[in-house]
């Protein structure tokens, strides 16, 4: 289903939302299509018009989702964030509280969603749509940084599946640890202890020409 169909759209949304608002109140695997449809308010045959399986819808909950992460961001990290190829080369550091803080936030406050998809990523493709999320930002960072292309794939792979890991391990513990502790825990893994905390951020920055 194309999201840019506009036809489709508000029944997508209305059956995205269901779906948040089940996996509040019950485990994934319990979710039928039937009880979204009636908490989404249409009927079983536009289910399955837009979708073959609840994996599917699924998916694209976590993309309905994944279009307002930048709406958590304060007005300066969105606008580094929309300028990737243009802001000052200190400013594409994001591994430290002011870009990891709201990062989680995020996630925490759709741990329902993101918690199942990142459990069952294998099976419902959703390590994909995750990992766009990340090319969208890593890639031309690396390019600014000068890494070979080469390189590039490597380094954001280790981002993408160590700051995965980390998120999935808060997740499947309820998040009982706060923000700021799961942020530490990101940044002393990727930098070490000694840069944590309160390190310039061309301390930590990525270093150019490998």
């Known amino acids: 289903m194309k999201r840019s169909e506009s036809k489709y759209f508000n029944t997508a949304v209305k ?12 485990p994934f695997e319990y979710i039928t299509v039937r009880e979204i449809c009636e908490t989404a308010g249409v009927n079983r045959s536009t289910f399955y018009l837009h979708y073959e399986t609840v994996g599917d819808l699924l998916q694209e909950t976590a993309r309905y989702l994944l279009d307002d992460f930048l709406s958590y961001f304060s007005a300066d990290t969105k606008s580094v964030a929309l300028n990737l190829r243009d802001c000052e080369l200190s400013e594409l550091v994001f591994i430290r509280e002011k870009y990891l803080s709201p990062y989680l936030t995020y996630i925490k406050d759709h741990r329902e969603v ?31 940084f000068r890494y070979p292309e080469a390189f ?25 640890l706060s923000i700021a502790d799961v942020s530490e825990i990101i940044t002393v893994c990727i930098y070490g202890k000694e840069n944590v905390p309160g390190q310039d951020a061309d301390v930590c920055a990525p270093q150019p020409d490998l």
């Open 15 to 26: 059956m995205d939302l269901a779906l948040i608002d089940l996996l509040k109140k019950k």
């Open 114 to 144: 993101f918690g199942t998809a990142l459990l069952h990523n294998r099976t419902f493709g959703f390590e994909d749509v995750y990992k766009r999320m990340f090319e969208n930002i890593f890639s031309p960072i690396l390019d600014r």
């Open 152 to 176: 590039g794939k490597y380094v954001m792979m280790y981002y993408l599946n160590g700051i995965n890991a980390i998120v999935l391990e808060w997740l499947k513990n309820g998040c009982e």
